[in-house]
C-alpha cells in the first residue's frame, strides 16, 4: 500500500462563538482541533495518528469578528513519517489588516496496518516555497530528534548546590504545592475521530484549560499562552477512556511561567485497578498583563519535593533551549557573533543551513561575468549585496563535498586563507574553526581572523544538492587579540549538484561585509580577477584530488 500527498492548503473560515475563550480570544488549541476536523486533512486523522514534535510559536490573538485563515500543508514525507507545517492569521474585516496567530510544525507517524509498515510516497512539490519547506524540514527533524540530548546536557550543568527542596528560601516565594490542579474528562464521540481516537486538539484544548488555571493562581489574573513546548502524544486514547490531566508550575522567570502538564487515560477495567496510561506530556508558558497591556510580574515558586526540584531546573533548561531557539529558528537572515554554547548548538546549525538555503533560494540573481566554466552572480537586496560563484567540475559531488567540507583542505586553493585550524569537532557534520587570513588588497588593514561554525548536509533525494554552510560565531574561550581585526561571515558556504557520476556543479555563496567588497569591487572592474582566479584554483584543486579517489 501506498499513499502520495501533495500540498493541501485549507482557509477562510468564520471564526464563531464556539471557538474561542471567555475572553473572545480566539483559543490556540481549538484551532489545532477545529482544523482536525475539515475534511480536506481528514486524511491525516484517518490514516496517522500524531507524535506532534511541535515546533512553533504564537505571535499575536485573535478576537471575534474577525476571519481565521488556516494553511496547512505537508512540507515533507519521510519514510514512515511527515511534517505538516501549519500557519494561522485572523483578518480584521473592519481594517482589512491581517496578523499571523500561530506558526507551527507537526509530526505525523503512519499508522502500521498490522504487522506492515506503511512508507510513504514523496510529496510533489508545487512552487519554490514548497522546495524551500521541504528542504528545511530535514534540518527540524534533526532538531526533533536531538532535543533531548541537548536538554539532559543542560540538566547536567545544574547547580548541584540546588539539588535538595530545603535549599529554596527565596522570601515570599509561594509553594509549588499551591499551583497543582487536576482534571478529569470522559472522551466522548464529539471528541473523536471516525476511528474513536481522540482528536489531538481536543487534548490540547484540555491541557491548556487546566495549565491555565495552575497559572492563574500566581498572577491573579487572566494568563495568555505564549508558546508550547515540544507537545508530544506518547499513545493513543479512544471513546470511553477517563483522562486525567495534572498540572504544576515549574518554575516562573518575571513576565512568564512555566507549567507542566500530564496526562494519564483509563479504560474501565484501568479505572478499577489504578493502572494509568501516559498518554501526553507538555510545558506550558503563559504571561499576563494588566488594564494598560503592561506585562505583569510572576512572584518565585518553591518546590517542596525532590521531583519539584528536578521539574524547576528543567524549566530554566528548556527556557535556554527557547532563547536559542527564538533568535535563531525563525531568523531568515541572523545577526553574526551568536554565542556558542550547549544550549543552542542545534538551533545554531540549523540556522546556518537555513540562512544558506533562503539565500540561494532568494528570485533576481544576476549574471555580472561568464569566464570558461564560471559564473559570477550578484544579488541586491537594499543595502545587502550577495555574490554566487557557478563552477563546472569534473569530479563526482560525493567528493567535491567531501573535500570543500574540509576546511583544513582550504589553504591550498583560496590565498585569503593563511592557517585554519580545528577548534572543536562538534559532530561529523559540524565543526568550529579559527582562521586567519591577510588583510584586503590596497587597505593597509591588519590581517583578519575569524572564528566560524562549518556545518554540512548531505542529500536525501537525488535531485538535493551537498550543502556546506558557513557562519561567525562567538567562542569564550577564543576571544579577539590585538594582532589581527577578528571579521566576520555573515552567511557564505557551498551548495553541490551532482551531474553525472564523475562531474557536479559546484556554488559558492557569500553574503557580502565591507571586509570582502574590496575583493568583489576588484573583480567587478576587472583590475584584478581575485574571485575566477580562487574559482579556477578551486576547480582544480578539486579534480585534481578527485582523480585520485
Not at 34 to 55: D, E, P, V
Not at 349 to 356: E, F, M, Q
Request: with cysteine; net charge positive; aromatic share 10%.
Amino acid at each position: 500500500m501506498s499513499l502520495k500527498f501533495e500540498p493541501v492548503l485549507l482557509q477562510g473560515s468564520l471564526l464563531r462563538l464556539s471557538e474561542i475563550t471567555s475572553n473572545f480570544v480566539i483559543y490556540f488549541p481549538q484551532v489545532l482541533q477545529f482544523l482536525k476536523h475539515q475534511q480536506t486533512q481528514s486524511y491525516l486523522s484517518s490514516l496517522c495518528y500524531a507524535i506532534f514534535s511541535k515546533i512553533g510559536r504564537r505571535e499575536s490573538p485573535g478576537r471575534v469578528g474577525q476571519v481565521i485563515t488556516i494553511k496547512a500543508k505537508v512540507n515533507r514525507a519521510f519514510k514512515t513519517s511527515m511534517e505538516v507545517g501549519i500557519k494561522v492569521t485572523v483578518q480584521d474585516v473592519l481594517t482589512n489588516v491581517e496578523k499571523i496567530v500561530s506558526v507551527a510544525y507537526a509530526t505525523y507517524v503512519v499508522k502500521p496496518v498490522g504487522a506492515k509498515k506503511i512508507e510513504l510516497e514523496p510529496v510533489k512539490l508545487l512552487s519554490a516555497e514548497d522546495h524551500l519547506e521541504h528542504a528545511l524540514a530535514t534540518e527540524r527533524k534533526r532538531i526533533r530528534l536531538g532535543y533531548q540530548e541537548v536538554f539532559q546536557n543542560l540538566m547536567q550543568e545544574s547547580n548541584k548546590e540546588d539539588d535538595h527542596y530545603d535549599t529554596f528560601e527565596e522570601q515570599d516565594a509561594v509553594s509549588t504545592d499551591l499551583t497543582h490542579v487536576q482534571s478529569i474528562e470522559l472522551v466522548q464521540p464529539p471528541h473523536a475521530n471516525h476511528h474513536g481516537n481522540t482528536f489531538g486538539g481536543q487534548i490540547m484544548a484540555w491541557m491548556e484549560a487546566v495549565a491555565r488555571i495552575s497559572a492563574s493562581r500566581l498572577c491573579r489574573s487572566y494568563p495568555n499562552l505564549k508558546s508550547v513546548n515540544m507537545f508530544k502524544f506518547w499513545g493513543p486514547s479512544v471513546v470511553g477512556d477517563r483522562l486525567v490531566f495534572n498540572a504544576v508550575v515549574n518554575n516562573t522567570f518575571q513576565n512568564s511561567v512555566e507549567v507542566g502538564v500530564r496526562v494519564e487515560a483509563y479504560n474501565c477495567e484501568e479505572w478499577i485497578k489504578n493502572q494509568a496510561r501516559h498518554i501526553n506530556s507538555a510545558f506550558l508558558i503563559f504571561n499576563s498583563v494588566n488594564d494598560k497591556g503592561e506585562l505583569l510580574t510572576f512572584p518565585k515558586i518553591k518546590p517542596t519535593t525532590k521531583d519539584g526540584v528536578r521539574r524547576y531546573h528543567g524549566a530554566i533548561a528548556r527556557k535556554r533551549i527557547r532563547l536559542a531557539r527564538k533568535y535563531m529558528l525563525y531568523a531568515k537572515e541572523d545577526k553574526p557573533y551568536d554565542l556558542w554554547e550547549k544550549s543552542n548548538q542545534a538551533y545554531m546549525s540549523y540556522s546556518n543551513i537555513a540562512t544558506l538555503t533562503y539565500l540561494a533560494a532568494k528570485p533576481g540573481w544576476e549574471v555580472t561575468s561568464t569566464l570558461n566554466n564560471i559564473k559570477i552572480w550578484t544579488h541586491e537586496d537594499g543595502d545587502v549585496l550577495s555574490l554566487k560563484v557557478e563552477m563546472q567540475v569534473k569530479t563526482a559531488s560525493h567528493v567535491a563535498f567531501s573535500l570543500l567540507s574540509n576546511f583544513t583542505y582550504r589553504q591550498q586553493w583560496d590565498k585569503r586563507f593563511l592557517t585554519c585550524e580545528v577548534l572543536q569537532a562538534v559532530s561529523e557534520d559540524d565543526k568550529i574553526y579559527y582562521i586567519t587570513s591577510p588583510p584586503p588588497p590596497m587597505t593597509g588593514h591588519q590581517p583578519r581572523d575569524f572564528v566560524i561554525l562549518v556545518s554540512r548536509r548531505q542529500p536525501l533525494e537525488p535531485s538535493e544538492p551537498y550543502i556546506v554552510a558557513v557562519k561567525s560565531v562567538t567562542l569564550t574561550s577564543m576571544p579577539p587579540s590585538s594582532e589581527h581585526c577578528r571579521s566576520e561571515i555573515l552567511c557564505a558556504g557551498f551548495q553541490i549538484y551532482s551531474e553525472s557520476s564523475s562531474s557536479c556543479r559546484v556554488y559558492y555563496f557569500n553574503q557580502m561585509t565591507p571586509d570582502l567588497i574590496p575583493y568583489l569591487a576588484a573583480s567587478l572592474t576587472g583590475s584584478l580577477n581575485s574571485i575566477e582566479d580562487t574559482a579556477l584554483e578551486c576547480i582544480k584543486f578539486l579534480e585534481l584530488k578527485g582523480s585520485k579517489c
